[in-house]
């Protein structure tokens, strides 16, 4: 059941790294959207592989077809199916590796769980899982832009210990796209392709942090007491590869304030109830404010590296992993469309959960100024 | 849906914390399980307000009774509802603030998604709404325990900057409840005692983090790719109240670290792979790998203090709220128990859902050894 | 998992019939609906045994409590949980079954599912389970008028092999109330009565068939593939005690017909698109097309029969069931108000489905003239 | 939502008759399962088009290709997508009618729903979609072999008023394919076939009804009260193009009985409990009580004919539907299939579910006399 995520706007993902395609099911699209093609392999192109120098040279093309669910290049309200064959798959580097359980990877616990795993390859847990949320994300964006004026940009704040400081109210997703390591601030995202490409020829390599915010979500989007906005968001982090940790607005760094310090005062935002700071980061009890949502998430270094690692084999056998092929020495330029992707799903399923509370007709912003 | 947690092992909180009652529905629970009173009573009342002089006054007897799904003491595999009536409830410390919007309260965002909602007290944004998640994660931990041995201790390891560096591998319940603040070092819990009485008597509030640990759990569980073991403790624990930061295993301090420090080495424990270290914190690719389980929470300040504030009613008109009534400087005590019956919850649910993968018959520790 | 019922107005029931309750959480009701307890009892009353000679004597005045989801008289948003406390319960009866598999009961059943089973009476495969589905199907019912103006009229069609013929669409509630056997044709339901009066006073039981019509029913609702309406009503109608068959619109009749004979035409009515025949009972394709939606359920003879009958005991003895106690001779009566319970249930659950795909303050007719 | 079915073992069908592809993702297939493309071929080519002069002569070849979920032909624990292409597209017989509702077809209703469709053939309503659940059903049906030894078959029963009398407990899977109608019995067979005959050469069409049975399934299965096995049941038949009705066990025409008449009695049978007679369906209580599951649906004429009909367009005007292009005179022969498809499907999802209750290691039958 785990490769279901949402309710309402609901997708699938489907396929292994070396399997013969990956791809996803995108169910609960309201009919009558525009799908472009090109929007969704846009969003595929910033996730792909060999896309610059800091990231592996796998050639994947990671071309998208849509096999279902649009007529006359629009969403019908039926399951919207994408699939991307896998073109550069080498077995071959891994069969040596086909009974070695490589350290912080899935290969022991998909063993420990299934009893037999596609070894040729991250198989399930490689991220090029990940290619299905990135295409079902393009859509979630263009009905969260359409519909609501909403904007998700994410982008690198930290990696290892190089951080830059960003507006989150202000970066555009030009300032995002502007370099290779997808950090806004130039001056900084020089330093972290410098320490990126320096952990790279060392074979190594390094995590660090990824922001996103979301711009202009209405109050409202959230189902307490267990779909709780951040609880959502949370989810569709955590189930990225390679994260290890989530924050939303003042985070860890809040823990150390008093209550006198933290809360956020509510003013009149023309009419509107806004607050003066934002250390909620957006989402109150579990329900969006109107604020801009602001989450954090920590990325850990890859475990490929290219260095000899003590390890075990299948029968617990004690060996030694001896590197070969190709590897990302950082996630995260790689990780800023994934997370976008993610938190515009969250978004457009909860947009679609409060369609269905409200009075047939109602606006979702006539609460509760114009019923007090 | 949001009061829905959970697949096979799956519950569903009801109740508003001035309603006539709280409690939960326990769907899936195994047939022929002892279902024993007095350990659901023994949680509740280590979550219960008014246990000690450093949370909130309020006088609830939180006495559970258990209305279905259990016969001559066992579970029969049916719905098991246990109801918690509200004794102390006091409407009129509320109804001045009916129309007030308390700041990094959830008063404004329930108006805006539901624009109506219950102010006599913190309706069902309240931590009332977890006596039904305790109640029913004692019930999860009996399973756990019998059924695999495992133990979830959770403990408060900082308040605001005074932390306590605990042995998660050794640390014991006992340590835990030997005092009120819940931190299993004596001397460090004595300094958070003194630093929430100073704040409480300022009218003030703290935040800080609680930590989990769950041994014994075996290699398997977790259902990637969405619903990764890591993913569903993140949104069950950003599904409790005033959390704001979850982070597993190594978390942020682990995203400062080169994948060569990072990685956890395979060796063979006794026949079982294990592994040197545990950055991982007990989960590789979304499933556990048999080595402990090991999570933060990070909480904020609650957001009720005894102290003058500026912000604006249901019409948007500034206003001030003037404090009143009864408050918990610090969650972090009583946060404890929620935790662990979260955590509990979500290994139950993995332990069930693994269950219908293997072959019949066979042990949830058959593989992959005897495979190989 | 089998408690729960619905995607978006979810109910979820739980309770045994000599438990301490038998209740229901109704979870996604919208927010702001007059929650009446007086309708919701109304319902039970209708359901209730001991309410005329014709059905079991149990005495239970099975009222209802709402202890959640409800301020001021209004449902807020937030599960709504309502408790019916069990008080005629006489285990003595049952004592002498506790080993004893009675005939087409589900005694044996629920002991090789579960392995235990609470003896004292029918447990869960009680038809006093179905009180929480009439409650939550009261508030349905409100909704789907208030909000739709549909009408959910439900009927006994036939008992045994006395049929009565009712038009469905202009059939009333007042009809149906009018005799105990809930037959609108006076001159049939006498008969009805008669034939059951008969068959109790030789301790045997009867069965027959409930027709449903749910009118004003808007084009739109259901969801194809699997949640096809009919699909939906069929499960929901299976799901009852003691229905073994199901049909809508044509049903079995139809299937002896020629497609040249059974083809509902389309003619413009008023503007809106409707069939001049209705062999589709209201749904073509899944999907609900503006006309009344008719069904028919089959219900066998009741299992409790106050005759011996010989069967085995849980340890495979051959054994004799003596009979004692009260019983239904028939249950048709009482099976009216959990039809129409159901079917709104279902109703409601689609409608606010079909909110969820609509443009933000599109009315549910807007389609599809008004695009072409 | 509604292109989900199932819970543990759920599939997820996409693809229009006139888009790219149909096909199916399985999710939660046991790992370590052989799994056939030439099974799931076989399958598929039972319901194709084309396959015989009594159905449509669409030319499609149908072809499966599996392009996830299976590594060194067997399954891996993770989601099984199937795609087949859709070759024999006539688009251009359907541009004339893009605007007509035709009659008793799906046109207006997703009109209705969806404010768009795909006009070019039945689109997401054509019997094409079921490609993906006899595909999926293919596995379902070995799992359910394997593991269970459990076999499902079904079979014409009736054209029109054509009948066979089937015996449920002996009739093999080589008896219902020895002739183009599916009808094991020779002489009724040619009867069915000389009537679709004819019928189809006037043009018009015939319904009919479909019986299936599931031998050997053991006791246990069904999860009450919602997804009681014969709720599942019917809901699965429901969602089938054409189906109008349901009968489990005595179905109608045991409601004409009295309960004395109805009742199964219990005996034992070589250890395990068993009924002498089987009205009951072999299920009871909603759960599975050993018996053979016996089932009957009824599906009506299809709504395509080649004969003119009157009917309205998309602006509501009254216009003439003329016949043109391919037709089915009768569903039957290519229901059965779907049929055992769909009841492997429900069954699977079942066994797996009875799995996640069960002590770790208990097989299914240790219940209840070995804890007697």
């Not at 060996?319 to 469309?337: K, N």
Request: proline letters at 5%.
């Amino acid at each position: 059941m785990g490769s279901f995520f949402g309710q309402l706007f609901r997708i699938s993902t489907f396929g292994e790294s070396h399997g013969g395609a990956v791809g996803v099911v995108v169910e609960g699209c309201p009919p009558g959207f525009e799908i472009s093609l090109d929007e969704i392999q846009a969003e595929l192109d910033r996730r792909k592989p060999g896309q610059s120098k800091i990231v592996t040279a796998r050639g994947e093309p990671d071309t998208a077809e849509i096999v279902s669910g649009v007529f006359e290049g629009k969403s019908i309200g039926t399951p919207i199916c994408i699939v991307v064959r896998n073109k550069d798959a080498r077995a071959s580097d891994y069969e040596r590796w086909k009974d070695i359980y490589r350290p912080s990877h899935a290969d022991y616990t998909y063993d420990a769980k299934y009893g037999i795993r596609n070894w040729s390859g991250g198989g399930r847990a490689s991220a090029r899982e990940t290619i299905g949320r990135v295409a079902a994300g393009a859509i979630a964006k263009r009905i969260l832009k359409e519909r609501l004026g909403v904007e998700v940009i994410s982008w690198v704040s930290r990696v290892q210990n190089i951080e830059a400081r960003i507006d989150g109210g202000s970066v555009t997703l030009a300032d995002v796209e502007s370099n290779i390591v997808r950090c806004p601030d130039q001056t900084v995202a020089e330093k972290m392709i410098e320490l990126i490409k320096g952990v790279k020829s060392q074979g190594d390599s390094v995590g660090g942090t990824v922001d996103c915010v979301a711009r202009g979500v209405p109050a409202g989007l959230g189902d307490p007491v267990f779909d709780k906005l951040e609880a959502d968001l949370a989810k569709a982090m955590l189930s990225l590869p390679a994260s290890k940790a989530f924050e939303i607005g003042s985070g860890m760094e809040g823990t150390y304030l008093k209550g006198s310090e933290h809360n956020d005062r509510f003013v009149n935002k023309n009419g509107q109830v806004g607050t003066t700071t934002n250390r909620s980061g957006g989402v109150q009890g579990g329900i969006s404010n109107g604020e801009t949502i602001h989450l954090r998430i920590g990325f850990k270094p890859v475990a490929t590296i290219l260095m000899p690692q003590q390890t075990v084999n299948n029968r617990g056998e004690e060996t030694e992993l001896l590197p070969r092929g190709r590897h990302d020495p950082c996630v995260l330029p790689r990780a800023v469309p994934m997370v976008e992707a993610m938190v515009a799903l969250v978004l457009c399923d909860h947009y679609l959960r409060q369609l269905a509370i409200r009075p047939e007709g109602a606006p979702l912003t006539a609460w509760p100024l114009s019923t007090a």
